[in-house]
């Protein structure tokens, strides 16, 4: 199995940014990519992007969403991604997602084989 634990999350005024981490661990060894997803109350959850996590591939995806604001990174051998976000906007608030699949990057936004908790990230205006 494996487990994903959310971390940064919390309240932040609008115009401002966080930094989300999400470190995987257990069966690692059977993730190709992570990202991230993100449910506002009443609303499907969304994809937000995606990174491949192998030596060979550099490859991320991103909702046109948040392009140009959310970009993700990760630490290859720490198997754990990032999400920083900047310019954060009331409807940004949601509970953040970390997700993981055994699959490429670009097949994270149909669904993901693991799930971490999840993390609220609150926008105030």
């Known amino acids: 199995q494996v487990q994903l634990v959310e971390s940064g999350g919390g309240l932040v005024q609008a115009g401002g940014s966080l930094r989300l981490s999400c470190a995987a661990s257990?069966?690692?060894?059977?993730?190709?990519?992570m990202g991230w997803f993100r449910q506002a109350l009443g609303k499907e959850r969304e994809f937000l992007a995606a990174?491949?996590?192998?030596?060979?591939?550099?490859?991320?995806y991103y909702a046109d969403s948040v392009k140009g604001r959310f970009t993700i990174s990760r630490d290859n051998a720490k198997k754990t991604v990032y999400l920083q976000m900047n310019n954060l906007k009331p409807e940004d608030t949601a509970v953040y997602y970390c997700?993981?699949?055994?699959?490429?990057?670009?097949?994270?936004?149909?669904?993901?084989?693991?799930w971490g908790q999840g993390t609220q990230v609150t926008v105030s205006s």
């Open positions: 997700a993981a699949t055994r699959e490429s990057s670009s097949r994270l936004q149909g669904g993901a084989d693991y």
């Open positions: 257990g069966r690692t060894f059977s993730i190709y990519a």
């Open positions: 990174a491949a996590i192998t030596w060979n591939d550099g490859s991320t």
